[in-house]
């Protein structure tokens, strides 16, 4: 009883994720991806915005087909339902970027092969890279605060305020990645437990 409630607990979780994603990026549904992915994620490279978003629904209607009995393809698609919700995720946000910032930098930056590292590493060691990150987030929001209270001019206050902007987004995508592994974490678990 308990794995089914875990079962449908991460089904909803994951779903509320697809749809958050759905509205949050639906005025860029028809935009071309211009990423390689990971076979094991997607199907096809250089599709829409649209397309990953049904291959990522497909995945959680196969999901949804599972029952309790067949936790170990529960598990697979689990994982592989996060890792293309945080693939396209970020492959949404390069897309967004200005044209000259992604042009002038290396294919790679460092921040970019850290995540690219990260998303490799077991669910566990994941999430305390997770956790390392919102840290560094929230002490890099605490100095950008305290640089916004001693700020002189309007213009230092509105570029200090844009970079706050900035972090909290990051700071959320950040939350939310965390509560997402959590939960599959949590289910994961009740599974060996039986």
Request: proline share 3%; glycine share 0%; hydrophobic share 35%.
């Amino acid at each position: 009883m308990k794995n089914m409630k875990n079962h449908t607990a991460l089904l909803n979780q994951l779903n509320q994720y697809i749809i958050e994603l759905e509205q949050h990026y639906a005025h860029l549904k028809q935009k071309t991806l211009y990423n390689k992915f990971d076979p094991m994620l997607f199907s096809e490279n250089f599709q829409t915005v649209d397309f990953y978003l049904n291959e990522m629904q497909q995945c959680l209607q196969q999901l949804q087909r599972l029952g309790e009995q067949d936790r170990v393809q529960f598990v697979f698609f689990s994982e592989k339902l996060v890792a293309q919700y945080t693939a396209l995720q970020d492959a949404i946000r390069l897309l967004q970027k200005p044209k000259s910032a992604v042009e002038n930098k290396p294919i790679l930056n460092k921040r970019d092969q850290l995540r690219q590292q990260i998303e490799l590493l077991p669910p566990r060691e994941k999430l305390v890279k997770y956790y390392e990150a919102l840290q560094a987030l929230n002490d890099k929001l605490y100095t950008q605060e305290n640089q916004l209270n001693l700020a002189s001019s309007d213009m230092q206050k509105k570029a200090i305020e844009q970079q706050i902007n900035i972090t909290k987004q990051r700071r959320e995508r950040c939350l939310n990645a965390i509560e997402l592994l959590e939960e599959y974490l949590v289910f994961k678990d009740s599974l060996e437990d039986d």
